[in-house]
């Protein structure tokens, strides 16, 4: 079983896995293709509402004020989707982590069932991304004989990666996240640098810090004066709009650094035409033209939810000072991504009145001292948003369970191919056999072509 993910790169995990395994993806509850609906705008106004370039914007760490608008706005949201889900349509509170992993639990069940085999003794096989980990170690803790038994065959096996710290996911702060983001970031400026003058990267300049400066002062020049564009409608690229943007580049470095290298070229001759493509501004959106639509809108709110209903209330950001200090904490750790993270996260959570049923609260953190047959963790080396210091911790909560670090960067060691971790997770699936803790395995390439 295998949870979809934004960067899910399938052709790669499918010859990792070799082909003694059929996989069975799904939409976890809520989202896209599962019930229940979790939109806000039921009857699909979504696509004309500009709601959600608006909702996760950045803050401007120099102007207070924008501070004041994220924590509104953020009670707009709040206020505005809790009644659109309130009765008689009132079943988003049961699109939560603990429903999905018990839906998980019932799937095995039934497959068990289909075989003429015993469904209280069905054993979850299991590859999470993202997200995915945290789906996958609540369960290991919820039914940790499901996955992690020797007494019956066939074992089940749980693989994790792109880890995320499940306690402070539980928690609410979403704030562990940012750990490795800036160092992911720059990762950028010394493999670009690394790629030679009149190489592939076409944001060169003679070292790494002359890069970094050179995108300072995009971003400086963009913050004062904003870049018209026309493309379906007149419109401006903004600074808050690179720092979007500019988050979601280390998920992905072999795929996504050309091309950032390519429009901050543009941007630096004023030319917003590609970023606004990539964003969706200034195009139209309507209902006959939903390909126009970006696809992570579709995720927003699905994440947000069942962000905000696991957390239960557990962190709060009622009042205005705890949010600039939440903030402050943030843009501390994060520079590159601080204002962008904080007001895309925990803060959509303080006016979002949806509990789950009592039975579907997670309470603590997942872990599960005794394990037979031990889960497996992988992560890369830098990770925008799922540090290797999370992975490490959540190891560690797990007994028996082994870490395999890829030294690439990016979320999820699947976003660059390796042979080497290929390999291991092919052993694992195979016979359960782990890696030593701690082991390294390189990624078959690097961005921009340059081989190791
Ligand atoms: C469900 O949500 C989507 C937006 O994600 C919306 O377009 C669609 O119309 C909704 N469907 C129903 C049946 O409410
Ligand atoms: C409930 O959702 C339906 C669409 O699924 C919508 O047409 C209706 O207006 C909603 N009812 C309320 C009270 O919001
Ligand atoms: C701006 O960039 C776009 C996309 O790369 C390109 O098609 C266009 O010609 C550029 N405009 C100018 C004035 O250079
Ligand atoms: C959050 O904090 C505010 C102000 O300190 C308090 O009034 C409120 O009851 C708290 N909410 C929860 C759910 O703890
Ligand atoms: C963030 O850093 C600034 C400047 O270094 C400092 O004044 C502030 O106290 C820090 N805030 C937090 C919450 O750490
Ligand atoms: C540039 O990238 C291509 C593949 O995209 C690669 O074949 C080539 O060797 C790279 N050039 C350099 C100088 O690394």
Request: glycine residues 6%.
């Amino acid at each position: 079983m295998v949870n979809p993910c934004f960067v899910l790169n399938l052709a790669t995990f499918l010859t990792s896995l070799g082909t003694d395994n059929n996989l069975v993806g799904f939409d976890p509850r809520g989202v896209r293709n599962s019930g229940p609906n979790l939109s806000c705008f039921p009857n699909g106004e979504l696509g004309t509402s500009r709601f959600y370039h608006d909702i996760d914007a950045p803050i401007d760490y120099s102007d207070e004020k924008s501070y004041a608008r994220a924590f509104e706005r953020a009670a707009a949201f709040g206020d505005f989707c809790t009644k659109a889900h309130s009765a008689p349509n009132d079943t988003a509170k049961y699109a939560n982590t603990v429903a999905t992993v018990n839906d998980m639990r019932h799937y095995t069940e039934l497959l068990a069932e289909s075989k003429g085999q015993e469904p209280g003794k069905s054993k979850l096989w299991y590859y999470g991304l993202s997200y995915g980990t945290v789906l996958g170690t609540t369960f290991a803790s919820l039914f940790p004989s499901r996955v992690l038994s020797p007494n019956f065959f066939p074992v089940g096996r749980i693989a994790v990666d792109g880890v995320v710290d499940a306690e402070d996911y539980y928690q609410g702060k979403w704030i562990a996240n940012v750990a490795e983001s800036d160092e992911s970031f720059r990762y950028f400026f010394q493999v670009c640098y690394a790629a030679g003058e009149g190489g592939n990267c076409s944001f060169w300049a003679d070292s790494p810090a002359a890069i970094e400066a050179r995108f300072e002062a995009i971003v400086n020049d963009i913050e004062i004066r904003p870049i018209p564009v026309a493309i379906d409608t007149p419109a401006i690229v903004t600074a808050s709009d690179l720092k979007a943007y500019s988050l979601q580049i280390p998920y992905s470095p072999l795929e996504s650094f050309p091309t950032f290298a390519d429009m901050l070229v543009e941007l630096e001759q004023r030319n917003g035409t590609s970023l606004a493509y990539l964003l969706q501004i200034g195009r139209r959106f309507h209902d006959d033209c939903e390909a126009a639509m970006p696809e992570w809108y579709e995720d927003v709110e699905p994440r947000q939810f069942i962000a905000c209903i696991d957390a239960n209330d557990r962190y709060n950001l009622s009042t205005f000072d705890a949010w600039v200090q939440h903030t402050d904490t943030v843009v501390n750790m994060t520079r590159y991504f601080g204002e962008a993270w904080a007001p895309a996260t925990s803060i959509n959570c303080r006016k979002l009145n949806i509990k789950a049923p009592t039975s579907q609260v997670f309470e603590g953190y997942p872990s599960a001292s005794k394990t037979s047959n031990p889960l497996f963790f992988l992560s890369t080396i830098l990770d925008p948003v799922t540090p290797l210091r999370s992975a490490e911790k959540m190891t560690k909560r797990f007994g028996g369970a082994s870490l395999l670090i890829q030294n690439s960067v990016g979320h999820t060691t699947i976003v660059s191919a390796s042979e080497c971790t290929s390999g291991y997770l092919r052993n694992y699936f195979d016979d359960g056999s782990l890696p030593e803790y701690g082991t390294h395995c390189e990624a078959d390439q690097v961005p921009f072509g340059i081989r190791k």
